[in-house]
């Protein structure tokens, strides 16, 4: 499959930006931040040699770019905070829409409204009403607004091909959840306040395939508990797909074609975020909070798999950002700017280091590099090893909360009102 990926995008692409499969949803190709490339720029900064092109992107939102071909895609939204008490009723409607920008030069070529809103769901500060980020493949690209609407766009023209709007969830603190394709399928996450579940819609018409109530005892009636905006990954177990979806309180393990819950495991906590990960035969898990917000768990078996998790840590988790699974280690930053290195089959930590700035965005690894984008405008770079070791420390004028993407030898990189494109210059 990944053979056949790389031939197709040769079809796509020019051969400088053909040397990994596409960067086409939250997290890449493979949804674990990692990118096969090994030439990506090291030292760069803010008017830079090694910076491209930047683009303005007015509006606010966090979600990231995605890229396939020449085009790059991500989502918009007003530059307009939420209110973190009610719902707004607004007296003229705002647009929710899709940008996609060429990968060459820069330029906008689709800046397509999609929806139009009038009222707007509690939505905490540090949160956009355009989290979520795409999903596209081969013509088509995924836009996923929460509740607010999802649509699926050909995107030569840019124009829709189906929409829908009646998926219900007051997300209470705003969407973040990402869309998943994988083989017909279309998977969207919906853990509110008032409805938890997942629905699995047909990729070519919009239509629900199943849509599951998430069914578990949440040992609360308080709606704001049970939120989250995890994004699901999809793994083989023994020759067994399955679709890995965190949420608050616990992760559920479904058959992907048709939604079966075929194991769980109750960790607590709430407001998961991160995008689980697989490697060394376990799945990794971090809730955001509760005792113990990062656990590792054997996937094997059915119904309550909870005494399968193998170990579990609670020191320097981040509750936003993902971690990074490089064999044998598993690296984070989390929010205060304490990079960390677990030993990922036993979670003893290796080291941690505290690093200036504050974190959201997801780190990338590239060519044994880890990179990490902060809300100051930093990017410190640093080596996936058991030792730390410090490679470079680098300087934007604005902050980052979106994470980067990688198009061949290039860094695509969201700020808070641009898109750029970096690359090593000789």
Known sequence: MRLLASACLLLLCTASFADDAPWNQFRGQRGDGSSTEKELPVTFGEGSKEIVWKTSIPGRAWSSPVVWGKQIWLTNAPDILGNTKERVKLEKP???????????????????????VLELQVTHPTNTFASPTPFIEEGRVYIHFGSYGTACLDTKTGE????????????????????????????????GYDFQYIAALDKKTGKTVWKKDRGIDY????????????????????GRELLISPFAYATIAYEPKTGEPIWTVFHKGMNAAARPLYGNGLVYINSADGPNPLVAVNPQGTGDITKNIVWSSSKQ????????????????????????????????????KRLSGAYWSSPLLANGLIYCWSQEGGVVIFKAAREFELVAENKFGEGFWASPAVAGKSLIVRSKSHLYRIEKRD
């Open 94 to 116: 705002i647009a929710l829409s899709a940008v996609c920008v060429d990968l060459e030069s820069g330029k906008v070529i689709h800046d397509v409204k999609l929806f139009e």
């Open 160 to 191: 829709k091909i189906w929409e829908r709007r009646d998926l219900e969830c007051d997300h209470f603190r705003g969407p973040g959840s990402s869309p998943v394709v994988h083989g017909e399928l279309l998977y969207l996450t919906f853990d």
């Open 219 to 238: 040992k609360t009636t308080d709606g704001d508990a049970k939120k989250g905006y995890s994004t699901p990954s999809i793994i083989e177990v023994g």
């Open 317 to 352: 988790i981040p509750k936003r950002s993902s971690q990074i699974l490089f064999g044998d280690t598993l690296f984070m930053m989390n929010d205060s700017g304490v990079a960390s290195c677990l030993d990922a089959k036993t979670g003893t930590e290796v080291w941690s």
